[in-house]
C-alpha cells in the first residue's frame, strides 16, 4: 500500500485506520473499519473519492449508525461518515428548509417546530439521519419522507461529481428508492407547510408518547430489524405468530416491547444477530411461506 502514507498526508485527521465501528452503531457491535474518513466538506469528500476510485479502494457510507449491523470482521476499505459540516438546517422560504444530510431527523423535526412548519413533525420518531432517512423512505404514523422531499443534492461517487435531483425524478417504494447506491446524499429541501407552533408542538408531543408506548429504549437496537409486508401483513404480527418470541442466540434476543426489534443485551457478537435474524426468517417462512425481508443493512466481512 504504497499510496497510503500519501492519503494519510493529504487529508490528515480526516483519514484514520483501524476504527472500531461498534462505536458507530446502535447495536454496538461490529469489527474494525479498515479505514474511516470523515470529510469536512463536500470539496474534501469529492477529493478522498477521486483518490479511493484511482487506489481502488471499496467505500461504505456510514450515517448514524442506527440501522446497521457491522460483521465481526469488519469492514474493508474506507467507512465514509459525514463530519458536522454536513449537519445544518436553514430556512430558505416560509415553508421550505434545507438541511445536511447528517443532520439527526429529530434535529429538522424540532427546527420545522420552531418555524411553524407542519407535516414534518414524524422525523422526531425516527433514528438516525436525514441522508438514510432519504435512502430507506423512512416514515411512520402515515407519513415519509417520499411526502415532504422536494430535491437531494448528493455527490457521485463513480462519476465524482456533484447532482441534484428533483423529487420528479425519484420513484420512492415502502422503505426504498430507485436512487442509484453510488450516490452519496449531502443535503436535502423540504416542504412543510404552515401551522400554529402550539399544533405542531403537541401533535409531535403525541407521536413521541406513542412511540415510546411501543418500541423498546435505552437498550441496543437498531429498530425495526424486518419490513413490513403489507398493512395487514405487520413484520411483528408474522413473528409473533409463528412463535418467534422467545428466540435468542448468544446474548441477541427479541425485544418484549416489540418482536420485531432485535436487542444486543450487552456481549452479543455481530454473528449473534445474524443467527438470529435467519433463525426467525426460516421459522416465518416455514409456518407462513412468507420471506422476510430486512429492513436493517447488514454490512462487512
Known amino acids: 500500500m504504497s499510496y497510503l502514507n500519501d492519503l494519510i498526508k493529504k487529508f490528515g485527521d ?74 445544518f438546517c436553514k430556512l430558505i422560504e416560509n415553508d421550505i428548509i434545507e438541511v445536511g444530510a447528517a443532520t439527526l431527523d429529530r434535529k429538522v423535526a424540532n427546527f420545522a417546530k420552531d418555524n411553524c412548519l407542519a407535516n414534518l413533525e414524524f422525523l422526531s420518531c425516527i433514528p438516525g439521519s436525514i441522508g438514510g432517512a432519504i ?13 415532504v422531499l422536494l430535491s437531494v443534492k448528493a455527490i457521485d461517487k463513480k462519476k465524482c461529481t456533484e447532482v441534484e435531483i428533483d423529487k420528479k425524478d425519484i420513484r420512492f417504494t415502502y422503505r426504498g428508492s430507485n436512487l442509484s447506491e453510488d450516490l452519496i446524499f449531502i443535503s436535502a429541501k423540504l416542504r412543510g407547510s404552515l401551522d400554529k407552533k402550539e399544533k405542531i408542538e403537541k401533535t409531535q408531543s403525541d407521536f413521541i408518547d406513542r412511540k415510546k408506548l411501543s418500541q423498546p429504549s435505552q437498550v441496543k ?81
Open 14 to 87: 480526516s483519514l484514520s485506520q483501524n476504527v472500531k465501528l461498534a462505536n458507530y452503531s446502535w447495536f454496538n457491535l461490529g469489527g474494525d473499519a479498515e479505514f474511516f474518513f470523515k470529510p469536512k466538506d463536500k470539496f474534501q469528500l469529492l477529493e478522498f473519492l477521486i483518490e479511493a476510485k484511482k487506489n481502488n479502494i471499496k467505500t461504505t457510507l456510514l450515517g448514524a449508525g442506527s440501522n446497521i449491523l457491522f460483521r465481526d470482521n469488519g469492514v474493508r476499505g474506507a467507512v465514509i461518515k459525514l463530519g458536522k459540516n454536513f449537519s
Open 135 to 147: 435512502i430507506m423512505n423512512s416514515g411512520c404514523y402515515n407519513n415519509d419522507i417520499s411526502k
Open 221 to 301: 437496537t437498531c429498530g425495526s430489524t424486518f419490513k413490513n409486508v403489507s398493512k395487514e401483513k405487520k413484520a411483528w404480527m408474522l413473528i409473533k405468530e409463528s412463535g418467534c418470541e422467545k428466540f435468542e442466540e448468544g446474548e441477541a434476543v427479541i425485544s418484549k416491547t416489540h418482536c420485531n426489534f432485535f436487542v444486543n443485551k450487552g456481549s452479543a457478537k455481530s454473528s449473534d444477530i445474524e443467527n438470529l435474524i435467519q433463525k426467525v426468517q426460516k421459522r416465518v417462512y416455514d409456518k407462513t411461506k412468507i420471506n422476510l425481508e430486512l429492513e436493517i443493512k447488514i454490512v462487512g466481512e
